[in-house]
């Protein structure tokens, strides 16, 4: 007896019907399920209304919900380039005055701490100039940072003191 050649480019006779087991397969494995028994799918995202409660001291990430939302009220004139509130990071992308056409800004602030304090926050500004057509890193005015530091800190006293909480 000799071995059926096969045709060139023909699967062999198992490999033609390996999709139809595998449905075979699949289906014998949700037959015993009972579809009461799974979780309903939740929206995380959705929650949590924090406006409906006036906001908590302390988002889910561990950072201090009033600083955080001061920082953010503060450097809203800037444009944002990324912003975490689990992390307590927000980077804003380059800010160009519009008095101002060699000069831009960027800045980032860190929430570090979940209380109410000046040394949970650390603010960097980043300034360039440019110079023969070339953005050139300078360092900013000494008084920069910590103005900026001193806004964001008021406005989350300000946002605490208007949700009830006083200032100890």
């Known amino acids: 007896m000799t071995p059926r050649s096969q045709p060139t480019g023909s699967l062999p006779s198992v490999f033609r019907y390996a999709p139809f087991a595998a ?5 014998a494995c949700g037959g015993s399920r009972d579809p009461s028994s799974l979780a309903a799918p939740r929206n ?3 929650g949590v209304d ?3 409660t006036g906001g908590d001291d302390q988002l889910q990430g561990g950072v201090n919900a009033y600083l955080w939302r001061g920082a953010l009220d503060t450097l809203s004139f800037m444009p944002f380039a990324s912003a975490d509130a689990v992390g307590g990071v927000i980077l804003t992308d380059w800010y160009q005055p519009p008095a101002s056409t060699d000069e831009r800004f960027k800045i980032a602030a860190y929430i570090l701490d979940r209380r109410l ?3 949970a ?15 050139v ?12 530091t001193t806004r ?12 009830g909480h006083s200032d100890n």
């Open 152 to 163: 964001i800190l008021s406005r989350a006293r300000q946002l605490r003191a208007d949700n």
């Open 23 to 27: 449905l075979l397969l699949l289906g």
């Open 117 to 119: 304090r000046s040394d």
């Open 50 to 52: 924090r406006s409906a």
């Open 44 to 46: 995380h995202l959705m």
């Open 137 to 148: 890193d300078t360092a900013p005015a000494n008084n920069t940072v910590s103005d900026i």
């Open 121 to 135: 926050l650390r603010v960097s500004v980043f300034r360039q100039v440019r110079q023969g057509g070339e953005w």
